[in-house]
């Protein structure tokens, strides 16, 4: 299967700094990378869908200037939590579209923000 | 409407038995595949088994394997001789078409606990 780089596995920041997520599809070339949340105890819902060279799209509700995504090439899509406060601690997790009968998905990252 | 409904919040299973994970699922689109992944405490998301709509035979890898009915709109899970290893949480999704590629709709999980 797909082999995906989530980076970092977890991180703790002070109440409005910044995160950076990184996602890697290291061996096949993604063109579209779906970034999901998923709250304690719950389950995981899409935020938004990265395109490699265009713009990002996002699910009803979800702020664009909160959580910014770049796709600047094929193999690397970044999310990053701006000014982040304790309702955005979560889990986040990646998943490059690769097409076939099976859907990969990165190690995730666990934000805590206190 | 939810479109992935897990109605079982929580299952225990006696290690070696078999126990069924339930999952319906809703959509208009001729064109879907179901997913079942397992999540342990790690978080990380292990794909276990897949189902295309138009599948004639019930998808099976190892000691999974899918109840595919496909006129109830369900797609239950059956793990087979339970190990103590498959105590996490699972869930089923689904994939509607192809436009979109990979993106999934999930349902809201079920925690299994393997009792020895």
């Known amino acids: 299967g797909a082999v995906v780089s989530q980076h970092p596995s977890w991180v703790i920041c002070k109440s409005g700094t910044s995160v950076k997520i990184e996602c890697r599809s290291l061996?096949?070339?993604?063109?579209?990378m779906f970034w999901y949340r998923q709250f304690p105890k719950q389950s995981l819902m899409l935020m938004a869908t990265s395109n490699e060279g265009s713009k990002a799209t996002y699910e009803q509700g979800v702020e664009k200037d909160k959580f910014l995504i770049n796709h600047a090439s094929l193999t690397l899509s970044t999310l990053t939590v701006t000014s982040a406060h304790p309702e955005d601690s979560s889990f986040y997790i990646c998943?490059?579209?690769?097409?076939?009968?099976?859907?990969?998905f990165g190690q995730g990252t666990r934000l805590t923000v206190v | 409407a939810q479109k992935i409904t897990q109605t079982q919040p929580g299952m225990f299973v006696q290690e070696k038995e078999a126990v069924t994970l339930d999952c319906t699922y809703d959509?208009?689109?001729?064109?879907?595949?179901l997913f079942w992944y397992k999540q342990p405490s790690s978080g990380e998301m292990i794909f276990l088994i897949y189902?295309?709509?138009?599948?004639?035979q019930n998808a099976t890898e190892g000691r999974y394997s899918l109840n595919f009915q496909k006129a109830r709109k369900s797609a239950n899970l059956v793990i087979s001789a339970s190990q103590l290893g498959d105590s996490a949480m699972y869930f089923c999704a689904m994939r509607e078409g192809f436009v979109y590629g990979n993106k999934l709709v999930f349902g809201a999980g079920t925690i299994l606990r393997v009792k020895s």
């Open positions: 959509t208009s689109d001729p064109s879907y595949g």
């Open positions: 061996d096949f070339q993604a063109t579209t």
């Open positions: 998943s490059p579209n690769y097409g076939g009968t099976e859907a990969f």
């Open positions: 189902q295309g709509s138009y599948d004639q």
